[in-house]
């Protein structure tokens, strides 16, 4: 064993600079085509929150010498564990590859090591070294990455900060399907994901790589060369690949540049590879400065993340950027600037999220708010969004008692209902909201939150008569009222004529005042007599069907409408025809409505080869795989049509990452729960 020092001692020739490897892969024949692959280690993640190979090793190493060690009062040292450990116990413990003997020595089963893994790796996010490479391999000078790392932060860093979606591959038996000549991104796992029990930890199991995997991994050696980052070079089957490769000459004709960290320790099959041809290190300060510092040269001032990507989940992993105790104390100028420049950045759009609203609400626009009290009413906005309820409560109730200005009272006052809402403090916040209907008695929006905080149907109804009465031609209110008379509705009794006239003359009224197709009450009209089946249904239903047509024949709402009276199979295949001709001649921004749509009807029918085709050809558009509700159908359908549990999940994590849904995670709960995972579950 060795540390880097001594490397740089033994091999002084072979030492490269990060300069030498920026011109290395800036000097390309093509633009489009990188010149590099990238092997990755778990020493990538560990700014990300996640133990390296070598952080596991120090900790497991401890533990097993001191179960096994009879001597308990010894005091432990490095040294003496190894010793121990290797001249006892029946020869389990392999020196070279400490990592996955001790591993194995700690969890008996395959099982028992994933769930350990899937524990190291959960809710972890990407580090700023990831968005970086993220950027460098948008612009192609990268294209394959090969990891023996189980968690998923590379291309969670791709969802994040870029419209870039790569191929993924973990399994042996789907990375044929990954070609050499694609320009799209490749993610090859070596050694499998976190989330299936195949992936290879052991001794024996990282001896060998599977067929097809290593037979990739040799086909991408042939015209590249291969930087290693954060990886020791402790698996047989990986090293024993890269010697052979090194033999001959048509592999690796750019050379292999290993990155080592000062300090780091050396193993004997490292050593070895590093003396051969082709073959050089270079010292880093670490995985994020060495990929900072590429970004740096090769886009000058151009933060790592573009901006029309700072989504509501990357401005959480931006705070834990700023906020990371390791990137913090990083000596690397760049990072330190973009740390500063992407904070910023943040803070900014969440100023223009002011002025948006600041827009659609008049009395922020029309100068009735100074600037100050604009400034103050931001800081709580963000607060409430950033789900401190408390700390917004005691600025907004300390401001209001502080001023005199009548609407920024009001303005206040609204920030202490919500709080107090978000809070269950159901008390308060209608105490909060009378305040509001004393200054603005003749403000109906007051009354509707007043409905809204309210649970008991008298006390609602109370609320929204008298928003309706302030203001009589307000749709919305009528439509309010109907939602809770309809769920106060008794179904059980028969002809219920009182109740039924009054729902169906407020729906008659809001669509007489606004008989727009995008008024919900012609929706909830069709679905309530469809439901009571009172007398000549069916020919009503027509009618508003009838109605509809003439304003937009090609609504999804109609199409809904229409679909919802057949009942018979063949004529459900019939109706099909209908839709594509809708798809055609939509004059709606909503294209994946018609295509959610279309795959309901074919779940109806139950034709699993159409269902499979569709969702290949919708999940192939990047658009769609960002929305959570496709995603979600998807999850649907991949279980419920063909079994496929473990994708369903994967398909329903990446759901969520989009937007925090509760039908989403309902469903994932269940899933979960299917494949007994219910410490996740939970």
Known sequence: MMTTEEIKSELKTKERSVADLLRFITTRSDDAISNYNLLLGSGCSVTSGINSGGQLIEQW?????????????????????????????GGWY??????????????????????????????????????YLVNLIKMSYFNTIFTTNFDDLINEAFYQFSDTRPMVCAHDSSINSITVTSKRPKIIKLHGDYLFDDIKTTLRETESLEENIRNKFIEFAKDFGLIVVGYGGNDRSIMDVLTFLLKHEDYYKGGIYWCLRKGDIIGEDLRKLLWKDKVYFIEIDGFDELFAHLHHKIYKDTLPIDTNFISNKSQDIIHKFVTNPRLMKSGSKIIQEDLKNLKYQSERNNIYDLIKQMQSDKDLSDGKLENRELVLIFKITNLLKEHQYKEALELSEESLNNTLNKHLKVELLKKIVTAHARLENQSEAKKANDKLIEIEPNNPSHLLKRFDLEKLFEDKLKWINQAIELDSYNSDLYNEKISILINNYDFTIENNESGLLEITDLLNKSIEINPSINNSSWDIKFDFLKKIKYKDYKVELNNIINELSKQDPYSI??????????????????FLEEIKIAKKNYLHENKLGYELFFLSVLDDINDKNKIEENLKNLSSNDLYNKDHVFLREKANLLFKKFDKLSESILVLEESLKIKKSNKSILQLIEYLICSENLDKAK
């Open 94 to 131: 392999n020196r070279n590859n400490e990592y996955s003997s001790l591993f194995e020595k700690k969890y008996d089963l395959a099982r028992q090591r994933r769930m350990f893994v899937e524990q190291e790796v959960k809710d972890k996010t990407p580090s700023i070294g990831y968005a």
């Open 61 to 89: 190493r401890k533990e097993v010498y001191e179960n096994l060690d009879e001597d308990k009062d010894k005091e432990y040292s490095q040294d003496k564990a190894i010793d121990f450990l290797s001249k006892n116990h």
């Open 557 to 574: 709402s109609v199409l809904g409408m229409k679909y919802s009276l057949i009942t018979d199979n063949n004529e459900r295949e019939t």
